[in-house]
């Protein structure tokens, strides 16, 4: 690949991630991006200053858009841009970018039928430069077996998984009682640094982690319709993609709706998640990402979710991993997960669980927006 074109690989995570802040700069001059009460959803174009080659996609999808992006490419917003002025084209970085991805879209189209199988990532592998050069093999291959190999073990299926993970969890009746859980404990990440945290969840479906911080409370929730995030200029909705994200997590009763929640479930061979072996289950919607659900092959427990946020360029992924189950009233529950992203990883390490305990519905309401500023 030329110069130019590495060039313009570098500058397309910078445009990304740049567009997401011009965006949140936009907002506050052009209106907030989504779109009000019964109206179509807004375009990138409609919501956003100066934004080119992604005019066309959901507003909401700007912002995923960028992080993935910065994920492929390692990059910051200040590569293409001078800030705070994200919307100007004073770095010709950010001309390079628009390019790339243009390229990227002419070679899924000429090539795989419109289907999205080169992305970023194809070539940078989260460096700013595309890898071109085979990388040195870190240690000796990998001697051929001998003897005659394996017979593979016979599969289980989708709903004998799911009726095993429902017993290990503790069962169907158990589960059903339990009303609304709160937990209490620490999370640590972004450096080693800990603080507080508060879980609470009420069936049938919100949910609400507030993180205690010497800046003040981060809050994500979920109220049964809505999904909301606190941030620096205030409480804000989610995007779609997050919001789908935290339908998932807000379900009380989860076990017991996988099969309601996707129309194909699919059982691959084992793998191993540690240092056990567990049986992935596909499950997926169409024309949206898949969701991957491990299970620990003996004890039934659910050790890993793989789910993907769609992008205009790509599949941005989530891992989280459950461990430390305890018995609660009769149900298992972790009392630990880590969260990862291309971005960084956390850990929740909790200390307390109280289930069917009051919660109030108002807690999980988004509050207005603060007053402007004088």
């Not at 934004?51 to 492929?72: E, G, H, N, R």
């Not at 800030?83 to 970018?97: C, S």
């Not at 073990?153 to 589960?175: C, H, K, R, S, W």
């Not at 793989?306 to 891992?319: H, K, N, S, V, W």
Request: glycine share 8%; net charge neutral; with cysteine.
């Amino acid at each position: 690949m030329s110069g130019k074109a590495k060039q313009a690989g570098l500058v397309l995570v910078m445009v990304a991630v740049v567009l997401a802040v011009a965006a949140v700069t936009a907002q506050g001059q052009t209106g907030a991006a989504a779109a009000g009460p019964g109206a179509a959803p807004k375009t990138a174009g409609e919501a956003f200053k100066n934004v080119q080659v992604l005019k066309d996609v959901p507003a909401d999808q700007v912002l995923p858009t960028m992080q993935f992006i910065s994920a492929s490419l390692g990059v910051e917003c200040d590569f293409c841009h001078v800030p705070p002025a994200f919307d100007k084209d004073d770095k010709k970085e950010k001309q390079t970018a628009r390019t790339m991805m243009q390229m990227m879209t002419a070679i899924n189209k000429n090539n795989f039928d419109g289907d999205r199988e080169v992305t970023c990532y194809s070539c940078h592998r989260g460096a700013q430069e595309p890898l071109s050069i085979p990388v040195i093999a870190a240690g000796e291959p990998k001697p051929e077996p001998e003897g005659a190999p394996a017979v593979a073990q016979p599969l289980p299926t989708a709903d004998q998984l799911l009726d095993t993970y429902v017993q290990a969890i503790g069962g169907a009746d158990a589960l059903q009682k339990v009303t609304s859980r709160v937990q209490k404990g620490q999370i640590t990440g972004f450096g080693g640094r800990q603080s507080p945290i508060e879980v609470y969840a009420k069936a049938p479906n919100k949910r609400m982690s507030v993180t205690r911080t010497p800046r003040g409370e981060s809050i994500t929730a979920y109220d049964g319709g809505v999904g909301w995030l606190t941030g620096r200029e205030g409480p804000h909705p989610m995007t779609t993609a997050e919001a789908d994200a935290a339908r998932l997590d807000a379900d009380l009763h989860f076990p017991l709706h996988v099969r309601q929640l996707f129309t194909g479930l699919r059982v691959r061979p084992t793998e191993k998640i540690g240092d056990r072996d567990a049986f992935l289950l596909v499950a997926a919607n169409e024309g949206r990402p898949p969701v991957k659900l491990y299970f620990d092959a003996q004890s039934g427990l659910l050790l890993r979710q793989m789910r993907y946020a769609e992008t205009a360029l790509g599949e941005m992924p989530t891992q989280i991993d459950y461990a430390d189950y305890r018995d609660v009233d009769g149900v298992k529950v972790p009392f630990r997960w880590t969260l990862a992203r291309p971005s960084g990883r956390f850990t929740v390490q909790v200390d307390t669980t109280a289930q069917n305990v009051p919660v109030d519905d108002a807690k999980f309401t988004m509050p207005p927006p603060p007053p402007p500023p004088k």
